[in-house]
């Protein structure tokens, strides 16, 4: 078994919906055990704040940004 688990969000804006992707990082860091948990995610960083930042850095997102 692999010692990590790596989740992405991607496809339109994912940002669009940052409450749900916040869910679905409580949700996932839930329901997996004994590994470390990494996201990704490819924006084109308009709709990134302080906020979201802060947020991505806690959780150890990866984030690819797109041209607009």
Known sequence: ML???TV???GG???L?????????EYTKSIIEGKR??????T???????EIMD???ENE????KTKR
């Open 3 to 5: 010692p990590e688990v």
């Open 8 to 10: 992405g969000f991607y």
């Open 13 to 15: 804006e994912p940002l």
């Open 17 to 25: 919906e940052f409450e749900l992707i916040k869910k679905c990082v």
């Open 37 to 42: 948990v990494k996201f990704n995610m490819t």
């Open 44 to 50: 084109n960083g308009t709709l990134m704040s302080d």
């Open 55 to 57: 947020y991505l850095f």
């Open 61 to 64: 997102f990866n984030v690819i």
